[in-house]
């Protein structure tokens, strides 16, 4: 069977857990969008390892794990991240890391433009990760990105480099902001893609051959619904699809060869980054961030964070086409007395059970709440389902109502072995 696991929320909702205790029983694992803006944590028998453009099953040996066309890479980020997974003791072979050649490149210069856009937004800037994932996909929507392919032809790369170089120069210029040498970019890439290249390959073929054989692919979802150009909150968003459909154009396999897509959400909400909350709130923040969590895995910055909102499940859902729902975090809220989950949206007194498509009505959005109690109790020893305080089932069998889907994962703690199959 193959599985989608995507995001529900804004991001960091516990994907990269998830994929890793799925990993055991897969044989292929496969990112289709986003790029190192993405952080998924990891924690294997006691070790934190971080991932942002390596699929988050390269933890695991015998695995076969593909960076997809659709992924945006960094190759100094890239390869700065193997070298930080091999100093932790992961193997990082060609057999086991496949790059596909129809991916677009990340430059220097769209790092420093994002940065540079960032900054003229002022107070409306979307508080990216400043990793170059806007201008990138830019550049490929506008059609002139340069794809992998490109660099293993060096001449044409250096040639569209100094291009792009040129382009890019004259808007740092008008920013005030030093300008880049095409060469001297075009070397720092060229010197980092000499690790890359023997990882480097058409990564399609390799995936159908593994669909045709009956192999278990998984599909690892980068950031979040609400982060999903189309169905995010616009436009506090990245620039590509998050949802399920991105796994398929980034990756190559069609619809047809999916089967199960599973929607991973914590039992909160938490955001980085600008943009509307409807649930955030500042008591949950504090009580959180007092605990040591939800400080973010790339940048460090701490989390907003807020009631669980069902609002956005059910729209995520509903776009994702999610069968079933992990659930993490669960422990986060083990002493909390009263929980709140929302259920709507009054927008001018007209109660919206999805997410408008309106900026300025999320701004007039109050949180509908349903209330229901803590249970108070440890949940981070539990090592099976039935383990669970009746009032953590019941809050989970809500949510799960709520969004019509049926709970299937549950965390209680950010170990591998701390997931609970429900
Ligand atoms: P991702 O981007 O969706 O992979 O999520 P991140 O790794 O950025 O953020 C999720 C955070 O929650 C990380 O710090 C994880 O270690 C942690 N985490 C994941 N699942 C659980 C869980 O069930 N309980 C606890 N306590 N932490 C978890
Ligand atoms: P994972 O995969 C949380 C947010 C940024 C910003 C917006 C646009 O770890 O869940 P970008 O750099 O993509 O142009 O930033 O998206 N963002 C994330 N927030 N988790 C992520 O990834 C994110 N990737 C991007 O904070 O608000
Ligand atoms: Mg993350």
């Known amino acids: 069977m193959n599985t989608i696991v995507t995001g529900l929320q804004w991001g960091d909702e516990g994907k990269g857990k998830i994929v890793d205790y799925l990993t055991e029983t897969a044989d292929v694992v496969v990112r289709g969008q986003g790029g190192n803006n993405a952080g998924h944590t990891v924690i294997a028998k006691g070790t ?13 040996d015998g695995k076969v794990n593909v960076i997809g066309n659709g992924v945006v890479v960094d190759p100094i980020g890239l390869v700065a991240e193997i070298g930080r997974l091999e100093a932790q003791g992961v193997s990082i072979t060609a057999d086991k890391l496949l790059i596909s050649d129809r991916c677009h490149v990340v430059l220097p210069l769209h790092k420093e433009l994002d940065a540079a856009r960032e900054a003229a937004l002022g107070d409306r800037k979307i508080g990216t990760t400043k990793r170059g994932i806007g201008p990138a996909y830019c550049d490929k929507i506008n059609r002139n990105g340069l794809r992998i392919a ?19 120069n004259k808007v740092l ?3 005030g902001l030093p300008t880049f040498d095409a060469k001297a970019q075009a070397d720092e890439v060229l010197t980092a893609f000499t690790r890359l290249r023997p990882h ?16 278990t692919i998984l599909f690892e979802g980068a950031q979040g619904t609400l982060l999903d150009i189309d169905f995010g909150t616009f436009p506090f968003v990245t620039s590509s699809n998050t949802t399920s459909g991105g796994s398929c154009t980034g990756t190559g396999m069609p619809p047809t060869a999916i089967q199960a897509v599973v929607g991973v959400c914590k039992a909160y909400t938490t955001r980085v980054g600008s943009g509307p909350f409807p649930t955030v709130d500042e008591g949950l923040s504090q009580y959180l961030h007092d605990l040591g969590r939800e ?6 910055r701490p989390r907003g964070c807020g009631w669980l909102d069902a609002v956005l499940l059910r729209h995520g859902c509903m776009v994702n086409g999610a069968t079933g729902l992990a659930v993490t975090n669960v422990d986060g809220l083990d002493q909390y007395e009263t929980l709140k989950i929302c259920t709507g949206y009054d927008i001018d007194g007209v109660i ?13 959005a109050v949180p509908v709440y349903e209330e229901l109690p803590g249970w108070q109790q440890d949940t981070s020893g539990c090592t099976a389902f039935a383990d669970l305080p009746v009032n953590a089932k019941a809050y989970l069998q809500r949510l799960s109502d709520l969004c019509e889907t049926p709970v299937q994962f549950v965390g209680v703690g950010p170990d591998r072995a701390q997931t609970l199959v429900a």
Not at 295 to 300: D, E, H, I, L, R
Not at 355 to 363: G, K, Q
């Open 173 to 175: 210029a008008e920013y």
């Open 295 to 300: 400080f973010g895995a790339v940048t460090g």
């Open 150 to 168: 490109d660099v293993l032809d060096e001449a044409y790369f250096r040639e569209m480099v100094g291009y792009r170089t040129v382009e890019a």
């Open 48 to 60: 934190k390892y971080i991932l942002s453009l390596l699929p988050s099953g390269i933890l695991w």
């Open 352 to 364: 919206h059970e999805l997410p408008p498509a309106d900026r300025h009505a999320w701004d007039r």
């Open 200 to 215: 480097v390959t058409n990564t399609i073929p390799v995936l159908h051959k593994a669909w045709k054989e009956g192999k």
